[in-house]
């Protein structure tokens, strides 16, 4: 069974950086594609930054967010730098196996104005 743990998530203060991990419960070799999405109060989900397990593959338009993969411990990271309060979301990681997408439940990231 599929299942992706967040964690890390916190107040911090607008210029600060933040490590938000994802713990997986199978191989991440058995994902297609995998990431990171945030959801801003009153705004819909969007993606900061997919890529692809033990490869160099990442797709990020946002030069602040960078993945990285622990194989060891079978995570995935999100690195942000230079928070700012627009950053203010509820991060969730995600993967997709062939046509199937799974979810996390959510860590939320605040960020004071």
């Known amino acids: 069974q599929v299942q992706l743990v967040e964690s890390g998530g916190g107040l911090v203060q607008p210029g600060g950086s933040l490590r938000l991990s994802c713990a997986v419960s199978?191989?991440?070799?058995?994902?297609?594609?995998m990431g990171w999405y945030r959801q801003a109060p009153g705004k819909e989900r969007e993606p900061v930054a997919t890529?692809?397990?033990?490869?160099n593959y990442q797709d990020s338009g946002k030069p602040r967010f960078t993945i990285s993969w622990d194989s060891a411990k079978n995570t995935m990271a999100l690195q942000i730098n230079s928070l700012t309060p627009e950053d203010t979301a509820v991060y969730c990681c995600?993967?997709?196996?062939?046509?199937?997408?799974?979810w996390g439940q959510g860590t939320q990231v605040a960020i004071p104005s």
């Open positions: 199978v191989s991440m070799y058995s994902f297609s594609a």
């Open positions: 890529g692809v397990f033990d490869t």
């Open positions: 995600w993967g997709r196996q062939n046509a199937e997408e799974f």
